[in-house]
């Protein structure tokens, strides 16, 4: 493999014309520490060592996303340590791109190049997880639905099992499916809600906005009381391969 080039910062004037508009001083400071000559771009955790000093890099990070990455609670920022990475280096281009909305996220992503980003997905990538207390206010009845459509989805509305996707312990599948264990449920009730309302989008045929667009709001706050009641597995790290070793329906920026 090529020799890594030392990362060092570089003046934000690099990219003039990429530069947020109305950037406060704290996103500015905050771009211009992400800001690095890039490396190669390893995607997944196990093909390279990332840089050590990525911990001090992303402190602007951290203030939302917890040290490497981790959260815990029933708050509303998700962890990002561990997730496959792919499944982060996708969700870093959409936010920078717009397919996903976060503003102070979109402002700090929008100078840095897809290798960059490649850079950080693998870091988070190889961070241990953290290990997430289960929701406890879920009623029976939202844990009945939940398990019943994760588990077995419902094939009358073309909806497949959770878990054909995102692995068997629902904890994820190398390199691009994220697990669903360890999310806060506001969270996850969010995001595929984002999803039947077309605000957030993955890359087409997107599959989970075609799932979330045949669940009805009560069975999406169901599914996600359900998700985040589960206790956090020993083991929370992503499957090497699908449970069936195929999609049941096509989903873009999924790698075999
Ligand atoms: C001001 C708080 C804030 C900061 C700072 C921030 N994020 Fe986020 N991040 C969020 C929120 C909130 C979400 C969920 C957004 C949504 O609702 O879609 C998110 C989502 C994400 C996701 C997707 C997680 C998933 O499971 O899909 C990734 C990856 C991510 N952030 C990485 C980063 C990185 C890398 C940085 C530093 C460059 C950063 N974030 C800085 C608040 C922040
Ligand atoms: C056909 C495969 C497939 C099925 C079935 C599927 N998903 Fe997904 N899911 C994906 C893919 C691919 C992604 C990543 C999309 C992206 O890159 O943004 C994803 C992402 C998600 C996310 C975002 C996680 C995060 O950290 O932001 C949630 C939540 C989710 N799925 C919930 C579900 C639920 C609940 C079900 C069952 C009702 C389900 N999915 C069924 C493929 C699937």
């Known amino acids: ?28 400071a905050a771009a211009l520490l992400l800001l690095s000559l890039p490396a190669a771009m390893p ?25 490497e990455g981790r959260t ?3 708050d509303y920022y998700p962890s990002i340590a561990g997730k496959p990475a792919r499944y982060l280096y996708n969700q870093l281009v959409s936010f920078r791109d717009g397919r996903r909305q976060h503003r102070v996220m979109a402002s700090m992503l929008g100078v840095l190049s897809d290798r960059y980003l490649g850079e950080i997905a693998t870091w ?8 997430q207390p289960a929701f406890e206010g879920a009623t029976a009845g939202q844990l009945a639905i939940g398990e019943r459509l994760t588990v077995a989805g419902d094939s009358s509305r073309n909806i497949p099992p959770c878990q054909d996707c995102h692995g068997e312990r629902l904890t994820g599948v190398q390199p691009s499916i994220p697990g669903l264990r360890g999310l806060p449920s506001r969270y996850l009730d969010a995001q595929i809600s984002a999803w039947k309302q077309g605000q957030r989008q993955a890359a087409a045929p997107d599959c989970m906005g075609r799932i979330a667009r045949s669940l009805t709001a009560a069975e999406i706050t169901a599914i996600s009381a359900w998700l985040a009641s589960q206790p956090y597995p020993a ?5 090497g391969r699908l449970p069936h070793d195929e999609l049941p329906i096509d989903c873009g920026g999924v790698l075999p």
Request: hydrophobic share 40%; net charge positive; aromatic share 4%.
């Open 1 to 28: 493999m090529a020799a890594r080039p030392k990362l060092k910062s570089v003046p934000l004037m690099r990219c003039p014309d990429r530069r947020p508009r109305s950037a406060s001083r704290w996103l500015a």
């Open 235 to 239: 083991d929370a790290q992503p499957a």
């Open 72 to 74: 815990v609670g029933d």
């Open 124 to 131: 988070y990538a190889a961070q241990p997880h953290a290990k």
């Open 43 to 67: 995607l997944r955790a196990d093909e390279a060592a990332p840089p050590a000093d990525w911990g001090d890099r992303l402190k602007a990070c951290a203030a939302c996303h917890g040290d």
